[in-house]
């Protein structure tokens, strides 16, 4: 079955600083990865994918993502964080099968500090 | 286009009552996914339908139970409620059985509270 490591609870970066929330992933076979993002009291908003091609996605509000088969990881990134970007953040993974669901992980909740 | 639309936003319900939560999806979208959402243990996956049939079941027992209809809405019932079953109830569509090419567009849940 397939399974998500969000390793951080918690992440602080001050505002203009890069920032990175860690998640590692098992599957079997061939990976198709997800970020998400939580603001309080709402749904889940989609960030970016990888499905194949290039390791290096990019995604909304100048999220990207980059996955590294060997290290089972897709680390989200961005290069100058914004308090705006305060929220908390969720990686997810299923098998490319199509015959299991999404798993996400537990979520980082990352916090900009101006 | 119209988003997920999940009601009742908000329940309060007594141990032993049960509950029946909607969802629309997204116009077009035949795929529905249910998740739990507790602060201890992230998002939990309860169920997911394509086209009216349940194509995966999450780690739940059988208090919980769904269905899809013709028109892709959906409904989650749990029955003999426990204080443990308080948690943001999440839905979502695809268009494509869930994560498989298109991602899942989220309502913004509904919180049950058990008292």
């Known amino acids: 079955a397939q399974s998500v490591a969000q390793p951080e609870d918690q992440v602080n970066v001050a505002e203009g600083n890069p920032l990175t929330v860690k998640c590692t992933y098992s599957?079997?076979?061939?990976?198709?990865l997800f970020w998400y993002v939580q603001y309080p009291n709402r749904g889940l908003q989609f960030l970016l994918k990888y499905i194949t091609g290039d390791n290096l996605v990019k995604g909304s509000y100048g999220f990207e993502a980059e996955f590294n088969k060997s290290q089972t990881s897709f680390h989200l990134k961005k290069p100058s964080a914004l308090v705006s970007d305060s929220a908390l953040y969720f990686c997810?993974?299923?098998?490319?099968?199509?015959?299991?669901?999404?798993?996400f992980g537990k979520g980082t909740r990352l916090s900009v500090i101006a | 286009k119209a988003g997920v639309t999940q009601t009742p936003r908000y329940l309060i319900k007594t141990r032993g009552q049960q509950v029946t939560l909607s969802c629309s999806p997204i116009s077009g979208h035949r795929s529905v996914s249910w998740y739990q959402q507790t602060p201890g243990q992230g998002l939990q996956f309860l169920f997911e339908y394509f086209s009216e049939t349940q194509r995966n079941k999450g780690n739940f027992p059988g208090r919980f139970s769904g269905r899809q209809f013709s028109n892709s809405r959906s409904e989650m019932n749990v029955s003999t409620l426990e204080l443990g079953d308080s948690a943001l109830y999440l839905c979502a569509s695809s268009l494509a059985v869930s994560g498989v090419g298109s991602p899942l567009h989220f309502g913004n849940g509904t919180r049950l509270t058990v008292t």
């Open positions: 997810a993974v299923r098998d490319g099968s199509g015959n299991t669901p999404l798993v």
């Open positions: 599957v079997s076979g061939n990976p198709y």
